[in-house]
């Protein structure tokens, strides 16, 4: 892969990061545990210099989107994970690993598909029928996007509403007001795929980096995860060893 495609790619798409606990980790269940979780977010992305767009803490998982080329994004979840765990030894003197294997990343288009990516973030405990609404879950960026958070923001509003496609934060703050409090007009993604895909946007952009996989890579597949007026979005799959490749490549 050359330097100029490279470029082309940490321009043109987000990273989606999703790092799972441990089942028998019990931090992150916690309302304390959560905003310890979100305070190293903050430091970390701020002494790194990573544009984090959105994030959503539940008690098993921290999911981050961030524009960053793949080392900072590594560095940034690092940090964050080994934190996070940190806090677990030394407040509750509890041993063992806290995180779940490898944390898993995929690629994510900017404009409509980062939005709809945004916005499956969003709906992440209505989903799993935690609340009703997004507003009721405390840890996850709609709070800072809608203006209900205003103190220690996580995420850069400014960059988020740029790569989303709005001409300035503002209108993305009206757009977020009046969408999530009923049917959002752009259908959300099924958090399964962003998972597993290596990358999801248009079909375009997708076949572009499908042809940086060589052909003993037989599995190239992309499918069409949501069909939608205001712009489908398709997603790259491919064996997981050649993912993880790919995705280290991109420094």
């Not at 994004?73 to 996070?84: G, Q």
């Not at 940086?212 to 939608?228: A, G, M, P, T, Y």
């Amino acid at each position: 892969m050359n330097e100029k495609f490279k470029k082309n790619i940490l321009r043109e798409f987000t990273f989606y990061v999703s790092h799972e606990a441990n089942p028998q980790t019990k931090l992150l269940h916690f309302h304390s545990g959560r905003q310890r979780c979100r305070k190293r977010l903050l430091e970390v992305s701020k002494k790194e210099k990573v544009a984090v767009l959105n994030y959503h803490i539940s008690p098993d998982k921290l999911q981050i989107l961030a524009w960053a080329n793949s080392d900072k994004i590594t560095t940034l979840i690092k940090n964050v994970a080994s934190s996070v765990a940190g806090d677990r030894k030394r407040f509750h003197n509890i041993e063992g690993p806290f995180w779940r294997k490898r944390y898993k990343s995929a690629l994510v288009q900017n404009g409509v598909h980062l939005l709809r990516c945004n916005l499956t973030m969003d709906m992440t405990m209505v989903l799993q029928k935690t609340c009703t609404r997004p507003e009721e879950w405390a840890f996850s960026g709609y709070h800072e996007i809608v203006g209900i958070r205003k103190r220690y923001r996580v995420i850069n509003c400014d960059k988020a509403a740029q790569l989303s496609g709005f001409e300035n934060y503002a209108l993305m703050k009206i757009w977020y007001l009046e969408h999530m409090n009923a049917i959002p007009e752009i259908t959300i993604l099924n958090p399964e795929d962003l998972t597993t895909a290596v990358a999801v946007g248009d079909v375009e952009h997708l076949k572009l980096i499908a042809s940086c996989f060589s052909n003993k890579h037989r599995r190239r597949e992309i499918k069409l995860l949501v069909k939608d007026k205001f712009g489908s979005t398709y997603g790259l799959f491919v064996a997981q060893k050649a993912k993880l490749a790919f995705s280290r490549s991109l420094k």
